[in-house]
């Protein structure tokens, strides 16, 4: 069960943080406010814009325009930064939660922890499911003997002579006591999670916490717990840290750390490759009041608040091997980094890739709130880049446009005033998705004003409305997806068929899925079993509820418009009522079951699907939807059974399965995945896009 989930500060895409934020918060009590009511879709604010390739653009453009062409000064146009050694980033307000790898689950911490640290395994490139070594010496395979027969056993060959940015050198032991303290010290608030599985088993979890509590109390109770975790029985709180360090062994004579799994698990080279997969000296830990390797005193360090960890070198510097150092946060303001010039890399990360120390010098982001700030820094050329407050800021960011990429730089054409300073990638990958999840057992406990009378009398509806198959066949059946995207997504999305992201293991084009249908949803709706105390049926009878959002999130507002809209326009008498709720409310109700309807986002913590799986289906969401046990149990049996699988054409085929089984089932509706788009300045090379990384990855980078 996952817990907690990573804000999403991503270049482009701040409102997703509304939509991906949904783990801790108070529980609700009383009436819902309402800030918003309404059924009736209204219209974004109208833009003056053509769309000429797929791109909004603010220009007048004749009915069969001409091929631009470059003029001549444009041609011999050079962009030219005024100082090559720094890069500026004026992005959003947000700082890092803390700078610890282990415990930071969010992007602003993991995108300094990504250039100050390294992993065992990297990224190659663009690939978010393909590795190349980093500080270990290759990539685990079969082929090459580092992993075993039986898929349990991952031997990582560790690089020598690396140095931390103390100077320390880096051995086999810093990198298994990196992942024990991780399991150690990490709650349900931390990644954790995504190593807990692999190398201690879900089965060593039944509450589903997936946390190293369970060791000591498999009931789950102890999860977050660390008052009660110190009152444990002293044997069980040794016996759980002598299961990590059986599991995680180092050799410093071999040179070697051995991962042994509990089971084959198909995810867990992306589950080490992430910010949290980051490698620390275990003295520096020691020295700044962190875990010293001791199974006796493991429970001291578990789930420190973050604001602890700050208050010592753990949170807010850093120790790593990477190709930057921090050089200084101040909170609300900026952070910096300078390159470490001991940096251990010789040969390039891949085929004319970077190599020794960083070309640029200097990296500064800076927290500019204004957005007209931020476009007037990218405009005057003080900025190498910028972060849009959301898509419909692209509009004033295309006028700065001379140059467009299609994911690429090696695809990239002039646009219509070539002698702009500005390169746009459009077209990229997001790895986030808003869906729609149907609640199967609305919780009443203390009233709820949601499902309006709590039965089917045409003014509310009962706890088990989607409970009825052809309640949530109808639902899927009445949503415009052609207008979900053309509104919301600005025409740059599409339909997702399956729950895994489209390229992801298991995805197919070919599966089945719903298409908006009102002849369709009003035949479910006819079919459905429901009666009223009258003995009508629900389409004679009616009904109303209330679908929330929580205020300022226009994309999961319109969302909520667009589905009453299509379902009151099959029968006037189903009402869907649009409410707006302040975001600890919409928190509260969430947690509490107290939604009918919730519409909320994720963001993937790894390329796989077993990412997206498991927070549908066994977790968060499942959880918060009351999924039927029959359901979970058919669902989360094929979820791990694709896990455990190593190979990804026997894995393709479980989940296959799954995604029938999904859609027979229609607990949710799924939406649309929208592509995003980069802006910087064309002086910038090196740039490429890689989904999974927190904003960029600067040791790529070079200036003119």
């Known amino acids: 069960m996952l817990n907690h989930k990573r804000m999403a500060m991503a270049m482009g895409f701040p409102i997703i943080a509304a939509m991906v934020l949904s783990a801790c918060a108070p529980q609700a009590t009383g009436t819902p406010q309402t800030i918003i009511q309404t059924q009736v879709v209204t219209a974004p604010p109208v833009v003056q814009t053509q769309i000429v390739n797929g791109t909004p653009q603010t220009v007048v453009i004749t009915a069969t325009p001409a091929p631009v062409q470059p003029t001549a000064a444009a041609t011999a146009a050079t962009f030219k930064s005024k100082d090559p050694t720094t890069f500026t980033l004026d992005a959003l307000p947000g700082d890092p939660q803390t700078l610890d790898p282990a415990y930071d689950y969010e992007t602003a911490g993991g995108e300094i922890v990504q250039n100050t640290y390294d992993t065992l395994i990297f990224y190659n490139r663009e690939k978010a499911d393909q590795f190349i070594p980093q500080l270990a010496m290759d990539v685990p395979t079969m082929a090459n003997g580092s992993i075993s027969a039986d898929g349990k056993d991952y031997t990582f060959k560790i690089r020598t002579g690396v140095k931390f940015h103390n100077g320390d050198t880096m051995t086999p032991d810093d990198v298994a006591f990196t992942f024990q303290r991780g399991l150690l010290q990490g709650d349900l608030n931390s990644p954790q999670w995504l190593i807990f599985q692999p190398v201690l088993g879900a089965a060593a979890s039944p509450s589903g916490n997936n946390d190293i509590t369970d060791l000591v109390d498999p009931s789950g109770k102890l999860g977050g717990d660390k008052p009660n975790l110190l009152k444990a029985d002293p044997a069980k709180l040794l016996a759980a840290c002598e299961a990590v360090t059986k599991a995680i062994v180092a050799d410093d004579t071999a040179g070697t750390v051995v991962f042994h799994l509990a089971q084959p698990w198909g995810p867990f080279l992306p589950s080490i490759a992430n910010a949290w997969g980051s490698i620390s000296e275990k003295k520096w830990i020691t020295a700044n009041g962190g875990w010293d390797g001791d199974c006796k005193t493991w429970q001291n360090f578990y789930g420190p608040a973050p604001e602890d960890l700050n208050k010592t070198k753990l949170g807010s510097g850093e120790n790593g091997t990477g190709p930057y150092m921090l050089d200084h946060w101040t909170p609300t303001q900026e952070v910096v980094l300078k390159a470490f010039d001991g940096y251990w890399r010789t040969t390039p990360m891949w085929d004319n890739g970077p190599s020794g120390p960083a070309k640029i010098k200097t990296i500064i982001i800076k927290q500019v709130p204004d957005f007209s700030t931020r476009l007037a820094a990218l405009q005057a050329g003080d900025a190498d880049a910028i972060q849009p407050g959301s898509p419909s800021d ?9 140059e467009t990429c299609d994911k690429t730089a090696d695809a990239c054409k002039p646009a219509a005033n070539p002698s702009n300073p500005v390169r746009v990638f459009t077209g990229l990958q997001s790895i986030a998705r808003t869906d729609v999840f149907l609640n199967f057992k609305i919780n009443t406990t203390g009233g709820n004003d949601f499902i309006g009378s709590g039965k089917l009398d045409g003014n509310g509806v009962p706890p088990d409305f989607f409970n009825d198959i052809h309640v949530r066949k109808a639902f899927n059946y009445c949503f415009d997806w052609a207008t979900y995207i053309k509104d919301v997504q600005l025409g740059e999305g599409q339909q997702s068929f399956d729950v895994m992201l489209p390229g992801e293991i298991g995805y197919s084009d070919q599966d089945p899925h719903y298409t908006y249908d009102p002849d369709k949803c009003k035949a479910e709706f006819q079919a459905s079993t429901l009666k009223g105390a009258d003995g009508k049926s629900l389409w004679d009878e009616g009904f109303r509820l209330t679908v929330t959002y929580n205020t300022g999130n226009t994309a999961r507002q319109t969302v909520a418009q667009i589905l009453g809209q299509d379902i009151n326009q099959v029968n006037p008498k189903f009402v869907v009522e649009v409410t707006g709720l302040p975001w600890p409310t919409f928190l509260a109700a969430q947690r509490a079951q107290k939604l009918p309807i919730l519409v909320l986002g994720w963001l993937e913590d790894i390329h796989d699907p077993h990412d997206w799986l498991v927070p549908y289906v066994t977790g968060t969401y499942g959880g918060r939807q009351s999924l039927p046990a029959d359901l979970v149990k058919t669902l989360g049996d094929l979820i791990n059974q694709g896990a455990v699988l190593t190979d990804p054409t026997a894995r393709a085929a479980v989940y296959k399965q799954f ?37 960029f990855y600067y040791y790529a980078f070079s200036k003119q």
């Open 394 to 402: 692209w509009t004033q960011m295309d006028t700065l446009v001379g």
């Open 659 to 695: 995604n029938q089984a999904f859609y027979d089932a229609a607990p949710d509706i799924l939406l649309a995945v929208q592509n995003t788009r980069h802006y910087e300045q064309r002086w910038i090379q090196g740039y490429y896009s890689n989904p999974i990384y927190s904003n």
